[in-house]
């Protein structure tokens, strides 16, 4: 089916996001922002600190990364929102010209059980870095990412943990509707786009009156949190499917924090248009690597006297020049290059398997694709994700 096809009946929304195409749920697209477009299906390298770990911001650019993700609740500790501002702004700080989303860090604030205290005004605790007392409101949150200049700010929400009881996962619910409207008000750059988050744990009847909540507050964009907090993985595909039912066409859908390459294409498949994770940076820091038939532990003895690449199919600088055997050394010997080189084959991986997706919904064979691509993942041990046990 031709792409002018697909298209016939899509419009841009308001938000400057416009649908391309679609194919058996998978959506190609278009997010327009002040620091220019980001094709989608998108995956969004980790940025936390407003850096990619062992990653120049130019290195990212040139694997083909058009939007990251940084942190705003450690950049606010770390130097500081308004020494940022002060600086020209995030984007100027760290040398990235293309969009910037920043996750609020509500989860992270949540996740210090110990050091926080959690009323309907926000979010009272203690720092992490150096121990003071701090607060975070909706209103402050949206004043945070104002001032480092993102391009996709989030709303602060309440991030209920993995199993909770059905009260504290209401209460988180309402908790994070009214977070949102407060947030909308706050808002004053109107550069910026801000997308609000659904929550509700697994219960289908909760992500409907949440979705519903954050939906007719008029967001730019629409997320999916408090997911992969402990559930089982099979709730997690349920949930996830069933809340992007609940989310406008007509604006981009954002799931947080997932996931493993078979991940992303089940949730492509979806309807989900917007990715991110920490697996293709850490892994690569720590010796593992994704390749088109599972990972690689390059620690594994058996990669000693190996020459050939990571992946024959893969054309990253890494692939390109140096095989298995230089990489198990260097991580043997604890060379810094180990975790470059490895971290820019993964995320090579992540982008490249976007692009993948997105000229299979082009050209309507979207099903098909997947099945391969998953078909070749699964094939190996572990379903695509430990493919290559270390020892």
């Known amino acids: 089916m031709a792409v002018a096809e697909l298209c016939r009946n899509e419009t841009a929304s308001a938000s400057g ?37 062992a990653m120049a911001p130019w290195e990212i650019e040139a694997l083909g990364a058009e939007i990251i993700l940084s942190n705003a609740y450690h950049l606010s500790e770390r130097p500081g929102d308004r020494e940022v501002a002060a600086r020209g702004g995030l984007h100027r700080f760290m040398g990235w010209n293309q969009a910037i989303l920043a996750d609020s860090g509500g989860f992270q604030v949540f996740s210090l059980a110990a050091r926080c205290r959690i009323s309907d ?22 004043a945070i990412q104002e001032n480092l200049g993102v391009d996709v700010a989030m709303v602060l929400d309440h991030c209920p943990a993995g199993g909770a009881p059905r009260a504290e996962v209401e209460a988180a619910l309402a908790r994070t509707s009214e977070w949102a409207r407060r947030s909308q008000a706050a808002r004053r750059r109107t550069d910026q786009l801000v997308f609000g988050i659904v929550q509700g744990g697994t219960d289908a009847r ?6 519903a909540d954050i939906v007719a507050l008029g967001f730019d964009g629409h997320a999916v949190g408090g997911l992969s907090v402990g559930e089982s993985r099979q709730a997690t595909w349920e949930t ?15 799931l947080m924090g997932v996931g493993t390459p ?45 020459d050939e690449p990571l992946d024959p199919e893969c054309g990253c600088p890494c692939c390109r020049n140096f095989g298995r055997a230089y990489l ?29 997706l997105r000229a299979a919904i082009e050209a309507g064979r979207y ?7 998953i078909g ?5 041990k572990g379903a695509g994700m430990s493919g290559d046990a270390e020892r």
Request: charged share 25%.
């Open 240 to 254: 996830a499917a069933q809340t992007c039912l609940q989310l406008p066409a007509d604006r981009p859908r954002y």
């Open 376 to 380: 070749r993942l699964e094939s190996s």
């Open 262 to 306: 078979v991940e992303l294409i089940r949730y492509v498949g979806m309807g989900f248009d917007l990715f991110d994770c920490v697996l293709p940076t850490r892994n690569g820091r720590n010796g593992m690597a994704f390749t088109a038939t599972g990972r690689i532990a390059i620690r594994n003895a058996k990669h000693r006297d190996a």
């Open 206 to 211: 909760l992500r409907e009156r949440s979705a």
């Open 121 to 142: 005004d926000g979010v009272e605790f203690r720092s992490h870095v150096d121990g003071r007392r701090r607060k975070l409101t909706p209103e402050s949150v949206i």
């Open 367 to 373: 099903e098909e694709e997947a099945r391969a691509l």
């Open 17 to 53: 996001f416009r649908v391309l195409a679609v194919d058996a749920g998978a959506r190609r697209g278009r997010l327009a922002t002040a620091h220019g477009p980001v094709e989608t299906p998108a995956f969004m390298p980790v940025g936390t600190y407003g850096a990619v770990k």
């Open 328 to 356: 198990r050394h260097l991580f043997a010997t604890r060379e810094i290059l180990g975790a470059r080189l490895l971290t820019t084959h993964n995320l090579h991986f992540y982008l490249d398997l976007m692009v993948r």
